[in-house]
């Protein structure tokens, strides 16, 4: 299958070699990858802030930098949940309407293509340890993705795979919420870091750059023992047996 791999600016700037990762995963599960070096962003920042316009401009941008009749491959629930449901309330009725739809029923978020369209959920990945699955807000709620990342880490050689206490609450990134409420955002973070620690878990795996950065932040500023990695980094690992 042919895919275009989107690469949120979040990634393409703090972690790029997530993208590499993304791109690797997908050709070893068959997929022919094109990646259009002029993309940039979809918009969520400006649009989760009110700026609206802003986001239009970017998102228009966006509809512009990918083919309507391409799937489109995304690292990032939080960017693909911002085009399928909010790129609604920018493009209705207007003159990018129809691409805008073609664009929001071929962008998925990587675990869920791979586990739903492609059904492919081994790649001989190992990582040695426990870990515990952060349902990113986008992850969950955007984008319904519960099963697929799980299904996926069940597949890794050497992860023990842990059930994580408050799983599906947020782990206080939130974008600018981090920015507007610092305190509040940081015992959020406390909260799942000390709950992935009451299972000894190794790692936290998540589908979202900007959670791990945010969970990362305070395991380092706290110098605690455990270890963030994006599903795409944890798919790309080991590979010893394929």
């Not at 990032?76 to 129809?98: E, I, P, R, W």
Request: proline residues 3%; negative net charge.
């Amino acid at each position: 299958m042919k895919v275009e791999l989107f690469v949120p600016c979040f990634i393409d700037q703090l972690f790029p070699e997530t993208a590499f990762n993304t791109m690797k995963v997908l050709r070893k599960a068959g997929c022919e990858v094109s990646y259009n070096p002029e993309q940039t962003c979809c918009g969520q920042p400006a649009f989760n802030a009110g700026f609206w316009d802003d986001a239009k401009t970017v998102g228009s941008k966006f509809l512009n930098d990918f083919s309507e009749d391409s799937v489109i491959i995304a690292p990032s629930a939080s960017c693909t949940g911002m085009v399928k449901n909010y790129y609604n309330d920018l493009f209705t009725n207007t003159a990018q309407h129809n691409k805008c739809r073609a664009i929001q029923g071929n962008i998925y978020e990587l675990s869920d293509f791979l586990v739903n369209i492609l059904q492919v959920d081994y790649f001989g990945a190992e990582l040695d340890g426990r870990a515990v699955y952060h349902d990113s807000c986008s992850g969950l709620r955007e984008c319904h993705i519960k099963a697929e990342p799980r299904q996926l880490l069940s597949k890794v050689l050497g992860l023990e795979l842990l059930d994580l206490k408050d799983g599906e609450t947020c782990c206080g990134f939130g974008g600018t919420f981090a920015v507007k409420f610092d305190a509040i955002s940081t015992a959020m973070a406390q909260q799942k870091v000390d709950n992935a620690l009451a299972v000894e878990a190794d790692y936290i795996i998540s589908t979202d750059a900007s959670c791990l950065m945010h969970l990362q932040s305070y395991i380092d500023k706290n110098m605690i023992p455990i270890k963030t990695y994006h599903i795409a980094d944890v798919l790309a690992m080991g590979w010893g047996n394929v």
